[in-house]
């Protein structure tokens, strides 16, 4: 849905900037590098900025960089001209300068479950306004629907269960028991953030989720106004789960988020903004 909603808006430029908070292993980009590679006349010029927090070390921008490398060789392959841009630091402390925008690019801001790892109010709003002073025309936001944001830990701790139970039910109706990549993801990725909610405390605990709905409110304090979902790209992507995906997946729409989740219970949620002048 993201890759396609930016390749409609940028569909005409012939630069193209994209500024992912949260790039991790730039997993996200392959399908939207290829598409761009297809179009007539030639591909637009792709700059990325990959941004996310430093690593522990005396490395910190080392998985940040073979990210652009990978990302680097992959675009190679489709003959689309590419830039890269690493920044490793804590996102409150970015400024626009170190985005290194030009006047003819067509600036996406990109972030896709990863604004719940910024410490809560004062620093979450300070990355909007940075994103607001960008002055992206594309802003994709993705969040974990989640209440186990609190500082009671019972409390916390019941709403994890709620939210982890539905994941779990999905995996095991999706996925054999025994299958590695299963248990490898349910170890090194659900398990270690089912530890720091329950298990820690203060700054250690980064697993700060909020619902789709408190973010819109955020999102709208911090200037921004929210576009509404393609509905031609929202029937293709509807039309793909229900005819090939387990029967108890959700996709639906509410006040222009496109949410994703599992018998009813809403797990993630995508929407798209532009800063309100």
């Known amino acids: 849905m993201a890759d396609k909603t930016i390749g409609r808006y940028a569909n005409e430029a012939t ?39 430093p690593q522990p070390g005396f490395k910190p921008r080392e998985r940040v960089e ?22 490793a630091k804590k996102w409150d402390d970015i400024r626009v300068e170190d985005f290194m925008i030009e006047r003819d690019e ?10 719940r790892h910024v410490a809560d109010e004062t620093p979450r709003d300070s990355v909007l306004r940075l994103i607001k002073d960008v002055n992206p025309h594309l802003f994709v936001h993705g969040v974990v629907n989640g209440k186990y944001n609190n500082p009671f830990s019972a409390t916390r701790f019941r709403e994890a269960l709620y939210h ?13 028991r025994e299958d590695e990549d299963r248990l490898t993801y349910e ?27 408190q973010w819109r409110e955020r999102n709208r304090r911090a200037g921004f106004r929210q576009l509404p979902l393609n509905a031609e790209i929202m029937g293709e992507v509807k039309s793909k789960v229900f005819r090939g995906y387990h029967k108890d997946f959700l996709l639906d729409e509410d006040s222009e988020w496109m949410l994703q989740g599992w018998k009813g219970r809403v797990l993630y949620a995508l929407s798209f903004w532009k800063p309100s002048h």
């Open 66 to 87: 073979q990210t652009g490398r990978r990302l680097m060789n992959y675009c190679k392959r489709f003959n689309v001209p590419f830039e890269y841009n690493a920044i």
């Open 187 to 213: 170890r090194e990725v659900v398990g270690r953030d089912v530890m720091n909610v329950v298990a820690c405390e203060g700054c250690e605990r980064v697993e700060r989720p909020e619902t789709y709905k």
């Open 164 to 176: 982890y139970s539905s994941f779990f039910d999905m995996l095991e109706a999706t996925i054999p």
């Open 15 to 53: 630069r193209i900037h994209i500024i992912d908070f949260g790039i991790l292993y730039g997993f996200q980009w392959p399908c939207f590098i290829q598409g761009i590679s297809l179009r007539p006349g030639g591909p637009p010029r792709l700059k990325i900025t990959g941004v996310d927090f």
């Open 106 to 115: 067509f600036l996406v801001v990109n972030c896709m479950y990863r604004l």
